[in-house]
């Protein structure tokens, strides 16, 4: 069975620019989760899909967005970025709120 | 205000002993708890986890102990080998059914 797979791996962008990021979760896992993490902050609770529908957000501004597909692929984009959005981007899945599998994550660098 | 806290950001200890990694919650509503390992540049990945209605769990080499009076749990790995240097995560279910973590404690093991 394929583990979460998120893309792009890394990727660097310009202050003012917009990110998109995918993540694919496990085959039937519809519940898709997307953290941040950076130094020395550990992971924070971006937001929650479930049957393409947000359920669940954390305390982040409205630049973080994010949508689920219906074959529960998820997205998740930052808009007019910042230098303090540098971070590792984890996506994880579960079947529904059971155990969470983390991907691989996305590096993002602002410049 | 953090609900689970790893105040040790870093621990090392010499290959054979025992690593013992702390986490300290707020919440006394928290009746789950898990800890994560993450190597860099991977997702974190599920470690062993404890219920509330019980003090402790063991699974191989690494056992974790509950203290719900003093809202405190901790991991034991023993031995410690050197592919157990990681960052170690502690979490807990939040109420919106995500996961709040702790900052992670990085183990060294040194051969």
């Known amino acids: 069975k394929a583990g979460v797979t998120q893309t792009p791996r890394y990727l660097i962008k310009t202050r003012g620019q917009q990110v998109t990021l995918s993540c694919s979760p496990i085959s039937g896992h519809r519940s898709v989760s997307w953290y941040q993490q950076t130094p020395g902050q550990g992971l924070q609770f971006l937001f929650e899909?479930?049957?393409?529908?947000?359920?669940n957000k954390g305390n982040f501004p409205g630049r973080f967005s994010g949508r689920q597909f219906s074959n529960s692929r998820s997205e998740m984009n930052v808009s007019t970025l910042e230098l303090g959005d540098s971070a590792l981007y984890l996506c994880a899945s579960s079947f529904n709120r059971g155990r969470v599998y983390f991907g691989e994550g996305s590096w993002l660098t602002v410049v | 205000d953090q609900q689970v806290k790893q105040n040790s950001p870093s621990l090392s200890v010499q290959e054979g002993r025992i690593s013992i990694l702390n986490c300290d919650y707020t919440?006394?509503?928290?009746?789950?708890f898990l800890w994560y390992k993450k190597y860099p540049a991977e997702g974190p990945t599920f470690l062993i986890s404890?219920?509330?209605?019980?003090d402790k769990n063991e699974d191989g080499r690494f056992t974790v102990f509950l203290n719900k009076s003093a809202k405190h749990l901790s991991l034991h790995i023993v031995p410690s080998q050197p592919g157990d240097s990681a960052v170690y995560f502690c979490a807990a279910p939040g109420s919106q059914g995500n996961l709040i973590f702790g900052k992670g404690t990085k183990l060294s093991v040194k051969p």
């Open positions: 404890i219920s509330s209605i019980k």
């Open positions: 899909y479930f049957s393409e529908t947000q359920r």
């Open positions: 919440n006394s509503m928290f009746d789950y």
